[in-house]
């Protein structure tokens, strides 16, 4: 089973600044398998990014992914109110076939 | 417009029974792999159970195999769960979502309660 572990936890930023989240693999994982969501309070999951680096529909530019193997990272360029929330990376594999990380709480500071 | 709307949850004793359901419209269902994704109160969210678009092929996490079984109507653009040998760590919100390699749409979910 690949595990997937986010940091931080928690991060704690103001609006205006960059968001940096990590998501680090126990395996390699294919690019093409490993996806962004946000979920805010009561709210469903939104997917954000594919692909490790493709947006989803109706996605801000200011949304972006990196990363590949074992190490991957979401950035938001400049955070609005709006993207305070957990995010999750998620992915796809062999046995079993999808997980997701933890979670990464961004609080307003 | 996309929908996936669930239904179905509830309170119900360990050891029990739960048939969920997902109505879809607004996108070709028949052409989509499809989830069962579940999230514990206060906690993050865990992959339960997915279904090809035939039907032809079903895959589950570990611990709920053998005690719940996917299953789609196409005919009826329908996902259900059933849902048996309930326990109390199975209690979560239950949401139904599309897709093999990630998932872009989601319903609203369904509680879940498993207690005595």
């Known amino acids: 089973e690949i595990v997937l572990t986010q940091s931080p936890g928690t991060l704690s930023l103001s609006p205006g600044e960059r968001a940096t989240l990590s998501c680090r693999a126990s395996?390699?994982?294919?690019?093409?398998?490993l996806a962004w969501y946000q979920q805010k309070p009561g709210q469903p999951p939104r997917l954000l990014i594919y692909?490790?680096?493709s947006r989803a529909t109706g996605i801000p530019d200011r949304f972006s992914g990196s990363g590949s193997g074992t190490d991957f990272t979401l950035t938001i360029s400049r955070l609005e109110p709006e993207d305070f929330a957990v995010y999750y990376c998620?992915?796809?594999?062999?046995?079993?076939?999808?997980?997701f990380g933890q979670g990464t709480r961004l609080e307003i500071k | 417009e996309v929908q996936l709307v669930e239904s179905g949850g509830g309170l119900v004793q360990p050891g029990g029974s739960l048939r969920l359901s997902c109505a879809a419209s607004g996108f070709t269902f028949s052409s989509y792999w499809m989830n069962w994704v579940r999230q514990a109160p206060g906690k993050g969210l865990e992959w339960v159970a997915n279904i090809k678009q035939d039907g032809s092929e079903k895959y589950y996490v570990d611990s709920v195999k053998g005690r719940f079984t996917i299953s789609r109507d196409n005919a009826k653009n329908s996902l259900y769960l059933q849902m048996n040998s309930l326990r109390a760590e199975d209690t979560a919100v239950y949401y139904c979502?599309?897709?093999?390699?990630?998932?872009?749409?989601w319903g609203q979910g369904t509680l879940v309660t498993v207690s005595s």
């Open positions: 395996q390699s994982v294919s690019s093409s398998y």
């Open positions: 998620q992915q796809y594999g062999s046995s079993p076939p999808i997980t």
């Open positions: 692909g490790a680096s």
């Open positions: 979502c599309s897709g093999l390699y990630y998932f872009d749409y």
